[in-house]
């Protein structure tokens, strides 16, 4: 017998080398797919929504106060630092949830922000709680000694860095909950907020009665000895044909009375989220200015709306400064991202 011939190393590969290659990389397109689609949000109800990088993790605050579980979503920006975050609370409007303003124009305007990008939390209030405390509920008690301090804790931020917002019974409820702890917000702003002059004016269930309305009147307590608006950066905004413009132009002028200077736009438009989508360049450049520069004091707004100095004005409509970096989430949030 002859000798044995010695295989070749090709001998030993797997007889469909092609087939194996081809599914290697079909799975290497799966995992880089999976990647991409971390970057992605899929809403349950909508389409996907390109969140520029961000994530957005749902999170669940168990209130002692509501005696209950409340769910919010927290949207932690691409070039979030570490630590020391600067944080928005964001409140949504009547009939709106924690996911309503998850939409493009946010994402979008976040992520322009760069390294001024705050990380952006939206809590849930209930469908007309107007984020006050009442009998339904300590709303804004809830707000400001169970969702700020667990979202401090939990996301790194910078508990000096918090500013509050919210688009209209958010944005009365903004204003109602900051004159609350003047010390404790580097901002408030209100969009479009829902402000009346008389009890007698109120939506169906905004308040429980009369004395519940005079409680939290923004507009009398703006004017008052407690002056709670008056060293504060504030932002108002609505659109043309908004119907709180009588509401929001007495407490601009309650404000103003009292020595504060809030920056004041209005553009074409309704009370809407054409209207609002339009405008979140111009919310989130405010936010991030007013916290970047929070132990600065009150700030004097320049025509493009962003504040300097001591003091505000009636700037004009143009877009806030956008930044372009972009980073990695910081370590500390909860596991992974997925759906809101």
Not at 242 to 251: K, Y
Request: include cysteine; glycine fraction near 12%; proline fraction near 8%.
């Amino acid at each position: 017998m002859g000798a044995v011939p010695t295989p070749s190393p090709a001998a030993g590969r797997p007889r469909h080398s092609l087939r194996y290659v081809l599914l290697r990389v079909l799975a290497a397109a799966a995992v880089a797919a999976g990647a991409l689609a971390v970057e992605r949000l899929v809403l349950a109800d909508g389409p996907s929504r390109d969140t520029f990088g961000a994530r957005v993790w749902p999170y669940e605050i168990d209130s002692e106060l509501l005696d209950r579980s409340l769910p919010a979503r927290v949207v932690v920006p691409a070039a979030a630092p570490p630590k020391d975050r600067t944080l928005l609370v964001f409140l949504h409007g009547r009939g709106d949830d924690e996911r309503s303003y998850l939409v493009d124009p946010m994402f979008e305007a976040l992520a322009a922000l760069g390294g001024r990008a705050p990380v952006v939390a939206f809590p849930y209030g209930g469908g007309a709680s107007y984020w006050h405390d009442r009998d339904g509920g300590e709303w804004a008690t809830y707000v400001r000694t169970e969702v700020i301090p667990e979202l401090v804790r939990r996301f790194d931020v910078d508990p000096d860095r918090v500013a509050i917002g919210g688009i209209s019974m958010g944005g009365f409820g903004a204003y109602d909950i900051a004159r609350l702890d003047p010390s404790g917000f580097c901002a408030a702003g209100g969009h479009s907020p829902a402000l009346w002059e008389m009890a007698s004016e109120t939506a169906d269930g905004a308040f429980d009665d009369a004395e519940d309305f005079a409680r939290n009147d923004v507009i009398s307590i703006a004017g008052s000895d407690a002056q709670p608006y008056t060293g504060m950066r504030l932002w108002l905004d609505a659109g043309e044909d908004d119907p709180f413009l009588a509401g929001d132009r007495a407490f601009e002028e309650a404000v103003r009375q009292a020595g504060g200077r809030p920056v004041v736009t209005n553009s074409p438009g309704g009370h809407d989220s054409d209207y609002w989508n339009g405008n979140w360049d111009e919310y989130l450049g405010f936010y991030a200015h007013a916290l970047r520069h929070c132990d600065e004091g009150g700030g004097q707004a320049s025509e493009d709306g962003i504040v300097k100095g001591d003091g505000s004005s009636r700037p004009s409509s143009s877009a806030a400064p956008r930044g372009g970096d972009r980073g990695a989430p910081a370590p500390g949030a909860p596991a992974d991202p997925t759906s809101p």
